[in-house]
């Protein structure tokens, strides 16, 4: 059996595999790839090894219903600041 994908390697091979054509990033739960995670590593909890990722700078996540979508740094979306937002609607 060749070597285990390090963390990082399997994060950033299920981004690209498991996204739906037209999407940049992948859901947790519904593409299966906590489960896959889960299975690959015996056990070990991907939201743990996704949080220090994303905290290296290596991935990018956001919360969505149902669970959080993970990204490659490079495509994921802008995040919107909804207070400035808000403000800036009320011309403040």
Do not use: W
């Amino acid at each position: 059996m060749s070597e285990k994908l390090s963390h990082e390697e399997f994060v950033k091979k299920a981004i690209v595999s498991l996204r739906k054509e037209g999407y940049k990033g992948i859901h947790t739960v519904y593409s299966g790839f906590n489960n896959a995670f889960k299975k690959y590593f015996d056990g070990e909890n991907p939201i743990d090894a996704t949080n220090k990722l994303a905290q290296e700078g290596k991935i990018a996540l956001r919360p969505v219903k149902g669970g959080v979508m993970l990204y490659l740094p490079e495509d994921a979306p802008a995040t919107r600041d909804a207070a400035d937002e808000a403000l800036k609607k009320m011309g403040l």
